[in-house]
């Protein structure tokens, strides 16, 4: 996937301009993983310091049961690479996406990311997203469930905002 490179030079300079730093590749190239950038900030709105980061990975032929494997390994990736030791919950908050980089993506598989509301974690989040080399689509979940429903439209709008 050769394109994917070219996808994320477009996309590093966004998340730079929204305070994201690279972590060094030494860090997340033994976990399969391609980049991976964070944010460590306080923000009122969550109480405490937020740590927010998103872990990209090039996944040919991508599958509901890989986006989850995934994501759930980019939310472990990212709870063990806070810059807070604190746990979860403890005026610490963590955001995890997960960025999918494919081609062609299934229409059963761009249904389930659509769809499927991401894994409730104790003060942390993780939401797995797709970006389709093929057409230029990004996928991800695009309904508010009734939990944490105050912060799904922020939510969204980061993954616009340094995604496309």
């Known amino acids: 996937m050769t394109n994917s490179n070219a996808w994320l030079q477009f996309v590093s300079p966004k998340l730079a301009a929204n ?5 060094a590749p030494e860090i997340y190239q033994p976990q399969n993983f391609k980049y991976a950038v964070r944010r460590s900030r306080f ?9 927010t980061f998103f872990v ?19 939310f472990e990736f990212a709870n063990r690479n806070k810059t807070v030791s604190l746990p979860n919950g403890f005026f610490v908050a963590l955001f995890c996406y997960a960025v999918a980089i494919t081609e ?9 990311i659509k769809d499927t509301a991401p894994i409730k974690h ?23 469930p009734v939990w944490g429903a105050a912060y799904y439209a922020g939510f969204r709008r980061e993954i616009e905002r340094s995604l496309q």
Do not use: C, H, R
């Open 122 to 144: 104790w003060s942390a989040f993780e939401m797995p997203v797709a970006m389709d080399l093929a057409n230029g689509n990004l996928a991800y979940f695009e309904k508010t």
């Open 43 to 51: 923000e009122l709105s969550k109480f405490g310091m937020a740590e």
């Open 104 to 112: 062609n993506l299934q229409p059963e598989t761009l249904g389930f």
């Open 56 to 74: 990209f990975a090039e996944i040919p032929g991508l599958t509901p049961s890989v986006i989850q494997q995934f994501s759930m390994a980019a």
């Open 19 to 23: 305070s994201f730093v690279p972590l």
